[in-house]
Structure formats: C-alpha cells, structure tokens
C-alpha cells in the first residue's frame, strides 16, 4: 500500500483524540524507502483549526468536520471532539457522499439552515450551519434595503410607463368617443383632425373614417330613396312634408304652384 493513508480518528491512552497520517517516501529514481509518520492531535492547534476557524461567528453559527463513520474531528466547540453523531441526518448525506444544503433542528432544538459537502481524498465531511432566524433575518434586512434602494427608481419607471399608457390611450379614448356620434356630419372632419401619433392608431383612424363614409354614403342613400319618387325623381309626400317643414322653420317668402297632370304615367 504505497500510497498516503489517514487512519480514523483514536483515543490514546491519554484521552486525546489523535488522527494518523502515513506519507510514503521515494528515492530520485523512483524506488520505495518507507513511510513518513505524523500526527494530528484533534484538541490541540492543527490544521483544521486554521482553516475553519475563520467562520466561526459569535451568533450561535458552527462549523464541523466529522470523519467517514461520522465522529466529530473538527467542532467549534472543541469539548464536542471524538462525539459520534451519526444520527443527524446530514452526517448521514455526507456518509453517502453527498453534498448540498437543507434545514435542520441541532442538538438544543435550535432551527438551523446547513450546508455540507465532502472531501473527496480523505472522504471527510464538512458543515457550516447558521441559525434560520438569523439567516432569514438578514434576507428580511437585505430586502428591505433593495427595497429602498430601488423604490426611486421604480416609482420613476412607474411614472414613465403611466405617462406612455396615457399618450397611448389618448387617440383610442377620443376615436371611442367620436365612435359614439357617428350619426353627426361633422364627426368625419373631428375624426381626421385627432393626433394619432403611431401606426396602430393611425390605422384605425382610417378604418373609422373610411366606415364613416360608407355609412353617411348610405344614409343619405336611404334619405333620398325615401323622400323621393322612384318614376319621376321628384319630392314624394314624406319628401315634400319635410321641405314644407323647412320652409316654415325658416320663415322663407315662399310661392306654391299646384298642377295637376293628366295621363302622368305616360
């Protein structure tokens, strides 16, 4: 077995925890000549403690390093060292080599929010925890700060987006009201006189006036079908109240010449 070795973590017969790590040794030319020995003493100043020591936080956050069976070699609270934990459930992901994050309830019954992961040459398992108060507490601070830091700027799009729809809905909302009075005249001549500043607008407009014109085209159609005689082209009864009506309506110095045609059909 020539090849590094890292036995499991013991106890010595001086109740310290001790992990041992077996470094093979070769001469220039490639030929084997033994093993280079060296402890790493768990309670005492040792690697691990140099490189997660800096996450440990007065908050009530932990980190941790347990072994390939699942014995703490690593903890932020150094009294813990050696314990068998086995039965947390993200010691038992790590057993399965696996890694990610989920919520947990610790040993005093505090919800904490773990994420862990493995090493892959030793087959070591780390987790960083934080409380989920904590956690989600900051989340609420750091939204809260999006939040102001971004409310002028929303508020200004805001406004952007209210001024364009107002500019955009201005021709629609007039078309809409002279679609009302379709009946008038004068409607046309208000209708092409609307801003219609883009093409859907514009399009429209045309769509309208050019309905507009087949309707009145028609009206006036009907009008004079309805008032005039078919055979002669001359006012009927309904057309000649009407012009009697407008005469009277405008006071009009008026003469009235009464004929009557014999044989009129021919």
Not at 149 to 169: C, F
Not at 185 to 194: D, N
Not at 239 to 254: F, H, K, N, S, V
Request: hydrophobic residues 40%; charged residues 25%.
């Amino acid at each position: 077995y020539r090849q590094p070795i890292l036995t499991e973590p013991f106890k010595t017969l001086t109740d310290r925890w001790v992990i041992t790590q077996l470094s093979p040794i070769f001469r220039d030319d490639g030929s084997y000549n033994g093993y280079l020995i060296g402890n790493i003493y768990l309670h005492e100043a040792n690697p691990l403690q140099s490189l997660l020591g800096v996450h440990y936080f007065e908050d009530g956050s932990e980190s941790y390093v347990v072994d390939r069976s699942g014995i703490l070699i690593y903890h932020t609270n150094a009294r813990r060292i050696g314990e068998q934990i086995r039965s947390n459930p993200v010691i038992e992901a790590l057993i399965r080599k696996e890694e990610g994050a989920r919520d947990i309830v610790n040993t005093q019954g505090v919800a904490m929010l773990a994420g862990y992961a493995t090493v892959p040459r030793s087959g070591w398992g780390v987790v960083i925890q934080r409380p989920k108060a904590l956690v989600l507490a900051r989340l609420d601070e750091l939204t809260w700060r999006t939040v102001q830091r971004a409310a002028p700027l929303i508020l200004i799009t805001l406004l952007i987006i209210a001024w364009l729809a107002s500019r955009i809905a201005r021709p629609l909302h007039d078309m809409a009201e002279l679609a009302s009075t379709m009946e008038d005249p004068a409607t046309p001549e208000r209708l092409r006189g609307l801003k219609c500043w883009y093409m859907e607008a514009a399009q429209l407009r045309r769509v309208l006036l050019n309905g507009l014109w087949a309707m009145h085209h028609r009206i006036r159609n009907l009008k004079h079908e309805s008032t005039t005689d078919q055979l002669s082209g001359l006012l009927n009864r309904r057309g000649l109240r009407a012009a009697i009506d407008q005469i009277i309506a405008e006071q009009t110095p008026t003469a009235i010449l009464v004929l009557d045609i014999d044989h009129f059909k021919k």
